[in-house]
């Protein structure tokens, strides 16, 4: 019994058509794979420019504060007053790095407020206390960012 030669085409047919399907259903799936892939690296880029932000402005609260702790007995009034507009600024740059309901900020808030209000009475008995303080905050944020850059982990948004 001999199979007529149009069966096999359509056999050769049948065939070619089952391969492109999975040939597409493999493309799918690695394309899919691939965006996820895309997509998890494109934040983890977004968390590393946020860290460098972060760093880099308290890196500058830091400085601030430690310039002003320096010649605050030597200040007059007017003096403060521009350099505490100075560090409110700087400082203010850093809250709102954060979402309002992240307690971490509102740690760092009353570090900055505590510090600020202790310049503005000449009293820098607790600062290098207080600046270890944001320190270890800033540390742990960082630590934390860090992990899920390395891990390509976007469970939570970019603070």
Same mark, same amino acid.
């Given at each position: 019994?001999?199979?007529?030669?149009?069966?096999?085409?359509?056999?050769?047919?049948? #065939?070619?058509?089952?391969?492109?399907?999975?040939? #597409?259903?493999?493309?799918?799936?690695? %394309?899919?794979?691939?965006?996820?892939? #895309?997509?998890?690296?494109h934040?983890?880029?977004?968390?590393?420019?946020?860290?460098?932000t972060?760093?880099?402005?308290?890196?500058?609260?830091?400085?601030l504060?430690?310039?002003?702790?320096?010649?605050?007995?030597?200040?007059s009034?007017?003096?403060?007053d #521009?350099?505490?507009?100075?560090?409110?600024?700087?400082?203010?740059?850093?809250r709102?790095?954060?979402d309002? %309901?992240? &307690?971490?900020?509102?740690?760092?808030?009353y570090?900055?407020?505590?510090i600020?209000?202790?310049?503005?009475?000449?009293?820098?008995?607790?600062?290098?206390?207080?600046?270890?303080?944001?320190?270890?905050?800033?540390?742990?944020?960082?630590?934390?960012?860090?992990? &899920?850059?390395?891990?390509?982990d976007? %469970?939570?948004?970019i603070?």
């Open positions: 019994m001999e199979v007529p030669s149009s069966e096999w085409i359509d056999f050769g047919n049948l #065939a070619i058509g089952i391969g492109t399907f999975t040939l #597409a259903i493999v493309l799918g799936i690695i %394309s899919v794979s691939s965006t996820k892939k #895309a997509r998890k690296v934040i983890a880029d977004k968390r590393q420019d946020w860290i460098n972060f760093r880099k402005q308290v890196s500058q609260v830091l400085t504060q430690q310039q002003y702790n320096l010649i605050i007995g030597d200040c009034v007017e003096e403060l #521009a350099l505490l507009k100075e560090l409110n600024m700087a400082s203010n740059e850093i709102f790095m954060f309002p %309901s992240d &307690k971490r900020r509102d740690k760092l808030e570090l900055f407020a505590e600020s209000n202790d310049f503005k009475n000449k009293d820098t008995e607790n600062f290098a206390n207080k600046q270890y303080q944001i320190i270890k905050i800033t540390d742990s944020i960082i630590s934390k960012q860090r992990i &899920k850059i390395i891990e390509l976007n %469970s939570e948004p603070i």
